[in-house]
């Protein structure tokens, strides 16, 4: 269950049946929580805490002091659910004290190799990172996101839920639920239908969704007029208000 090479701190609070890989260093102030796996050579540090289920490969390093000149050893945290696949090389950072303490993972997260997760991120549930993700600090992705291979979002960006992106895609403003983009920089490409399709959305929601896009996209109304107009959907449209709720709370501005 646990390999002897294997470097646990004796503080550390790991449930009876975690399983720890060779030559993995798992530090003081760390939780991990029933049926969680750790891979070999893994290094979770920090006031981290995890939950159950997870799966942690090879070479990832969980827990470390942010990126960020500012950090001054501040007791801040990373906090990850249950149920979710970490996959080789991935980086997440403690918080920072500048912004809520606290770096967090949600549940059911699908993360692939060599993701960086900077100090300060809040990622939702269910969400998809394909290989080379990398986010600044203070990004907010939402539930059901998925993030092609080698996209790159700048620091306080926002990421709506069910938006999708493109392989090599570059982010310097929110995406708005829903949309699809890709392009350096980003670009809007519609909507995720199949993606909303999948998890249930009925027809009559998408075409919706569909109009309130065409709304923010192509009708040539303004920002402020396209919120408005959005706003008016919702009462025969409930599935808009959490993109009207985005639109009213971004404050980078949206790829547009």
């Known amino acids: 269950m646990r390999h002897p090479t294997a470097i646990i701190h004796p503080d550390a609070k790991l449930a009876d049946d975690v399983q720890v890989g060779a030559y993995s260093i798992i530090g003081e102030h760390v939780e991990i929580g029933a049926g969680t796996t750790v891979g070999p050579h893994v290094v979770i540090n920090g006031h981290t805490r995890i939950g159950k289920n997870n799966r942690i490969f090879q070479f990832s390093s969980l827990g470390e002091i942010p990126q960020d000149k500012k ?30 303490g606290v770096t967090r993972v949600g549940d059911n997260n699908w993360i692939m190799a060599y993701v960086h997760l900077a100090h300060d991120c809040q990622v939702g549930n269910n969400t998809i990172f394909a290989n080379n993700a990398q986010l600044a600090g203070h990004v907010l992705v939402d ?22 992106t493109g392989m090599g895609t570059i982010l310097f403003q929110d995406i708005p639920p829903y ?11 519609g909507i995720n239908s199949e993606g909303l399709k999948r998890r249930g959305y009925s027809s009559g929601a998408v075409m919706a969704i569909k109009r309130a896009y065409k709304t923010l ?19 025969d449209h409930p599935e808009l208000k959490s993109l009207a709720d985005f639109l009213n709370r971004s404050q980078r501005g949206i790829v547009r």
């Open 217 to 235: 996209y192509r009708s040539g109304l303004s920002l402020e007029e396209a919120k408005a107009s959005i706003s008016e959907q919702i009462s």
């Open 179 to 189: 949309v699809t983009v890709s392009g350096s920089p980003a670009a809007p490409h």
């Open 71 to 100: 950090y001054a050893n501040e007791p801040t945290r990373l906090e990850i659910g249950d149920n979710n696949t970490i996959r080789e090389f991935c980086t997440f950072n403690l918080g920072t004290v500048q912004d809520g």
């Open 143 to 164: 539930d059901y996101a998925i993030l092609g291979g080698f996209t790159v979002v700048h620091q306080f960006c926002q990421i709506g839920a069910h938006v999708i």
